[in-house]
């Protein structure tokens, strides 16, 4: 009888614990599945880049004219894009004088570019 109180003892305090809930679910989570040029590039494209005085017409920049899926196709797949996005060295930094896009971003961007910068 004796015997079986260490076994009830750790049967019970094995059996409770103490999860965090954030830690079980946390908040915004970084979903790259499904990523779609229309929903996600497109977007980020047009709020950061194709904007008045950067990368629209009539005289964009050497980076081109991404107000259209095939200007932004062209330097997604020579790897401009992604040099620039990422910060790389030989790049030019973009968006040119604003802050890195997050890290959640720029990992969209490298899933579309290596499924081929789809127009979908």
Same mark, same amino acid.
């Given at each position: 009888?004796?015997? /079986? *109180? #260490?076994? +009830? *003892?750790?049967?019970?305090?094995?059996?409770?614990? $103490? =999860?965090?809930?954030?830690?079980? $679910?946390?908040?915004?989570?970084? =979903?790259? !599945?499904? @990523? /779609?040029?229309?929903? $996600?590039?497109?977007p980020i494209i047009q709020s950061n880049?194709?904007i008045p005085n950067c990368h629209v017409?009539?005289? #964009?920049?050497?980076?081109? =004219? +991404?107000?259209? $899926?095939?200007? %932004?196709? %062209? *330097?997604?797949?020579?790897?401009?894009?992604?040099?620039?996005? !990422?910060?790389?060295?030989?790049?030019? #930094?973009? #968006?040119?004088?604003?802050?890195? +896009?997050? =890290?959640?971003?720029?990992?969209?961007?490298? @899933?579309? %570019?290596?499924?081929?910068? /789809?127009?979908?």
């Open positions: 009888m004796l015997a /079986l *109180i #260490p076994l +009830l *003892i750790f049967g019970v305090s094995s059996g409770c614990y $103490y =999860d965090k809930q954030n830690e079980l $679910y946390p908040e915004g989570q970084c =979903d790259t !599945t499904g @990523i /779609l040029f229309s929903k $996600y590039i497109q880049c194709a017409s009539p005289n #964009p920049p050497s980076g081109g =004219d +991404l107000s259209q $899926y095939n200007g %932004v196709k %062209v *330097i997604a797949l020579d790897g401009r894009l992604l040099g620039s996005i !990422t910060h790389n060295a030989g790049y030019s #930094p973009m #968006p040119q004088s604003a802050a890195k +896009l997050s =890290d959640c971003t720029i990992g969209k961007f490298k @899933i579309w %570019v290596a499924a081929g910068a /789809l127009n979908n």
